[in-house]
């Protein structure tokens, strides 16, 4: 059974929307899930409908203009949180883990390949997620001097339970998964977690991969795809 993790943007104590990470557009989110775009009263409806975490980018952080930390432990105890607040380093993981279930390693923020393997020997890998972060085809990594194919390599090393493939260019978009980086991550399958423009139509070929994990956002919020 295919599992729908609820994504939430969080900016300024509010959750927020937008497209194709342009963070300097995002407005207030609009979700079946709530009247307002207060992020407690979301979570509550998301798990009253079956959401068993969610995933949760605190742009501020990321952004490094503040955190949204005090309201994602509150989050936190609602739902497991599975944080993406831009960690760069293993100094910062030490410090986030208090605040979330798991935290996101992303290859966007990732200060080094030497950081990464800091990471993952120091914290049980139950409490990690590496995010392949894909932006216009190409891994994004602005810090880390590695391609897409050698980076496969290093994830067969570093063998964790979960991995979110992420297509950046799509997010908020809903035009669909891009199926041929799909191809490109098979060997993976079984920790695939698949993000980025996700719709209904999508569902169906992605189960038919093997993969049974997918970030949503905007479908969930405007009703397109359920979680149950």
Known sequence: MMEIIPVLDLMQGYAVSGQSGNRDKYTPLKTIYSSSSDPISITRALKENGARRIYIADLD????????????NKINHLLPVTLDCGLPHLESFEFALDFAYQLIIATETLESLEELDKIIHKFPTSRLVLSVDIKDGELYAPKLNIDLDAFQD????????????????????????????????????????????????????????????????????????SLR
Not at 61 to 72: A, H, Q, R, V
Not at 195 to 200: F, K, Q, V
């Open 61 to 72: 952080m990321i952004e490094k203009k503040g955190s949204n930390l005090d309201l994602i």
């Open 154 to 225: 290093k994830i067969r090393e570093l063998n964790l339970p979960e991995i979110i493939l992420l297509n950046l260019s799509q997010v908020g978009t809903q035009k669909g998964y891009d199926m041929n980086l799909l191809e490109k991550f098979t060997d993976f399958k079984q920790s695939l977690i698949l993000g980025g423009g996700i719709t209904p139509d999508d569902l169906r070929k992605i189960s038919q991969y093997g993969i049974n994990k997918v970030l949503v956002g905007s479908a969930l919020h405007k009703g397109l795809i």
